[in-house]
């Protein structure tokens, strides 16, 4: 089977950086995803990670490291408008290639 | 851009009830899901698809069952609606690649 690790969790104040962790076990890991939801909204996509390494996106970034089974997503210059919860999703080929969705982190940015 | 388009946001149904939840996409998107999201447990696999007419059991099948006619349509019936099955619902679409997920605007669904 799979598991996801989140913390519950974050909170910080405009301006900061955080970062959102999510380790995850798996024997048919095939790419790490993150998502961001709203509340009352749809999850929406930010990044997926295949290889190992930090992929930049704007003020997000989101790192893989398989050897250890961990990735992160770091937000950068925090915006009130980041306050929402954010998902790391496991691709798993013993799953039939789907994803796999971690429990959520709630970030809470304060002004 | 990627419509995936739920036909409602939200649904009050009694104990019993067959309820059918409808999900159209408009980008040709092989790739079909349900999910089921509770607080605290993320999104759950109900169902998912890769073509017309065919289906594949999530984590979490048992009181659905789906049907997928048409490439652009992926319908979740629930055959006879329980209390435990109030939760939010989401469709969601990707390409052939699967590596990003397109997902509706979610049906909140209460069964009383």
């Known amino acids: 089977g799979q598991s996801l690790e989140q913390p519950s969790e974050v909170t910080a104040v405009e301006g900061a950086i955080v970062q959102i962790n999510c380790t995850y076990q798996?024997?048919?890991?095939?790419?790490l995803s993150w998502y961001q939801q709203h509340d009352g909204g749809a999850p929406t996509f930010l990044s997926y990670?295949?290889?190992?390494g930090l992929e930049e996106t704007g003020r997000f970034s989101s790192f893989l490291s398989r050897s250890d089974s961990y990735g992160y997503l770091l937000l950068q210059e925090l915006q009130m408008k980041d306050s929402a919860s954010y998902f790391c999703a496991v691709r798993d080929k013993n799953y039939g290639q789907n994803f796999v969705f971690g429990p959520g982190t709630r970030l809470s940015v304060l002004p | 851009d990627v419509k995936v388009t739920q036909s409602s946001r939200y649904l009050v149904k009694r104990t019993g009830e067959k309820v059918f939840l409808e999900c159209v996409q408009d980008?040709?998107?092989?790739?079909m899901f349900w999910y089921r999201q509770d607080p605290g447990l993320g999104l759950r696999l109900i169902y998912f698809?890769?073509?017309?007419?065919?289906?594949e059991k999530g984590d979490i099948p048992e009181g659905y069952s789906v049907s997928r006619e048409k490439k652009e349509r992926f319908s979740l019936i629930l055959e006879s609606a329980s209390t435990n099955q109030t939760a939010l619902y989401f469709c969601?679409?990707?390409?052939?690649?699967?590596?990003?997920?397109?997902f509706g605007q979610g049906t909140r669904l209460t069964v009383v």
């Open positions: 698809s890769y073509d017309v007419k065919m289906k």
């Open positions: 969601a679409t990707s390409d052939f690649g699967n590596t990003e997920a397109f």
């Open positions: 990670n295949a290889l190992d």
């Open positions: 798996t024997s048919g890991f095939y790419g």
């Open positions: 980008m040709d998107h092989e790739n």
